[in-house]
């Protein structure tokens, strides 16, 4: 079974440009969530779908961020514009629905972005 | 509000040694308790998880951890540290009444095993 899976794992834009980070979940999997680890610091939380739909999204920085998930699969988190204190390495995580309960969350490998 | 502390950054032990790594929480309500461990190049993979059951949790690769309610602590362990503990290891914690969706977690502790 694939875990889930990021993409790219590596992006390095200017200030000021656009980057698109997707997000493929473990099949069948209704929850997928996004955090974020700026360097040295704790991994935050950003926001929460449960399949298409945001159920908590309390995390999210700014206006600059924006998340979708349609047709409740993959994911994005488009930054726009970016700044250099969006720089960090964000993570995707799923889980089925019936684990909402239990935390246990599959995460991927993460997306390291660097804003320079 | 919940929160997390691990004490320590930077821990560095040598092979066959106890590895102690410390967490303690904060949580207004009965906590769920996670240490997920994320070895270089990979994302991070559950070690062991707390969940109001047994308050001693064994996880995999022989780790352990023992919830303490009066000490707030829920502190990793592994008798003997082997070459490939090398990792970073993460503390978090989620609220009983609410979802998985805001696993809070600590900064962070870096294993480092020498031979």
């Known amino acids: 079974e694939a875990g889930v899976t990021q993409f790219p794992s590596h992006s390095v834009i200017e200030k000021g440009q656009t980057v698109t980070l997707r997000c493929d979940p473990i099949?069948?999997?209704?929850?997928l969530y996004w955090y974020r680890r700026v360097m040295g610091k704790e991994i935050k939380f950003l926001l929460h779908f449960v399949k298409e739909s945001k159920q908590d999204e309390s995390g999210m920085p700014n206006n600059r961020f924006l998340a979708e998930r349609t047709g409740g699969t993959y994911s994005t988190l488009k930054v726009q514009p970016a700044e250099l204190e969006d720089s960090g390495v964000y993570f995707c995580?799923?889980?089925?629905?019936?684990?909402?309960?239990?935390?246990?969350?599959?995460f991927g490998e993460g997306s390291r972005l660097t804003v320079l | 509000a919940q929160s997390v502390t691990q004490l320590g950054s930077h821990v560095s032990v040598s092979e066959g040694a106890l590895v102690l790594l410390r967490c303690n929480y904060s949580s207004s309500v009965p906590p769920y308790l996670f240490w997920y461990v994320q070895y270089p190049n990979q994302g991070l993979q559950l070690l062991l998880k707390y969940t109001s059951a047994a308050t001693l949790v064994k996880g995999i690769n022989g780790f352990e951890a023992e919830f303490k309610k009066s000490e707030t602590s829920f502190h990793l362990t592994k008798p003997s540290a082997h070459m490939s503990d090398a990792a970073e290891y993460f503390c978090a914690v989620s609220g009983i009444t609410g979802t998985a969706s805001k696993l809070t977690f600590g900064t962070g502790t870096r294993l480092q095993v020498t031979l």
């Open positions: 099949s069948g999997h209704d929850n």
């Open positions: 995580a799923s889980s089925p629905l019936a684990g909402l309960t239990t935390g246990e969350l599959f």
